[in-house]
């Protein structure tokens, strides 16, 4: 069955950001807003991978300006996020979408690899949060899309750190919905099911996943990062002007 997504003219021109833009989600991010017309930046340390992304952008309005930042560096971040400003403008959109879901156990986390994981999974999300809405602020308005994640809600094992900083994030997105609402900025959380990206394929699915997916999910098939990236436009779109401090999932409909 063929199908005709949205095209959305509030974001022709608009200044987004995205961190982890590279590949994976990230990397469908950043293409699907270049597509509509958006003055994209993005943030990876994937140097390799963001060439690679750019190379297969042709045919856009505005070519995405890539920044390599290590977000976990508050410093890098900051400085990233200038440099960003002074390529496409004023930030309306941030996308905080840099994360890793590296497996661990409970038993092997000492201080250092605590910190580490909430500085790749959640402290980066709050202060580039920070440094963009002085922006939204003098542009009237802005929507800031926190990536969270259903692993938390599912109870999976396996990455107990991970699930504490995705969990943390609704709890960020619900702390900051009502004093940025006052300043028309949206702030909402995007919430991804199991996304079959190429590192996914690599890692994680087997034929075990293979049959919980068919088992779980309502919908038949893999969910896509192109499937959030239709979300994400949405929600950076003036169409969702009401939507604030709201958990979207998009799973297929496994939790």
């Known amino acids: 069955m063929a199908s005709a997504y949205a095209t ?71 400085r990233s996020i200038d440099a960003a400003r002074e390529h496409i403008g004023p930030i309306q959109v941030l996308v905080n979408n840099a994360a890793n879901d590296v497996r661990h156990a409970l038993a092997d986390v000492d201080a250092a690899a605590f910190e580490r994981n909430v500085a790749v999974n959640l402290r980066h999300q709050v202060f580039a949060t920070r440094a963009v809405v002085p922006d ?20 999976n094992a396996g990455y107990p750190l991970y699930a504490m900083a995705k969990a943390a994030v609704h709890g960020f997105v619900n702390g900051m919905a009502r004093e940025l609402g006052r300043q028309n900025i949206r702030i909402n959380a995007l919430v991804p099911g199991w996304v079959i990206t190429e590192k996914q394929r690599a890692l994680w699915l087997d034929a075990e996943g293979e049959a919980e997916i068919a088992r779980v999910q309502c919908m038949p098939g893999y969910l896509m990062a192109d499937d959030l990236a239709r979300m994400a436009l949405f929600l950076a779109a003036d169409d969702s002007r009401m939507c604030t401090g709201q958990p979207f999932i998009v799973d297929g409909g496994w939790v």
């Open 8 to 78: 959305y003219p509030s974001l022709q021109g608009r200044a987004v950001l995205v961190s982890g833009g590279a590949t994976g989600i990230g990397a469908a991010f950043v293409e699907h807003f270049a597509r509509q017309g958006a003055r994209v930046a993005f943030l990876d340390v994937d140097e390799a991978g963001a060439q690679a992304l750019l190379a297969g952008l042709d045919g856009v309005a505005h070519a995405p300006c890539f920044l390599r930042c290590d977000v976990t560096d508050l410093d890098m971040l900051r």
């Open 136 to 155: 939204m602020q003098r542009l009237g308005g802005g929507s800031v899309i926190c990536l969270g994640s259903t692993g938390w809600m599912k109870k």
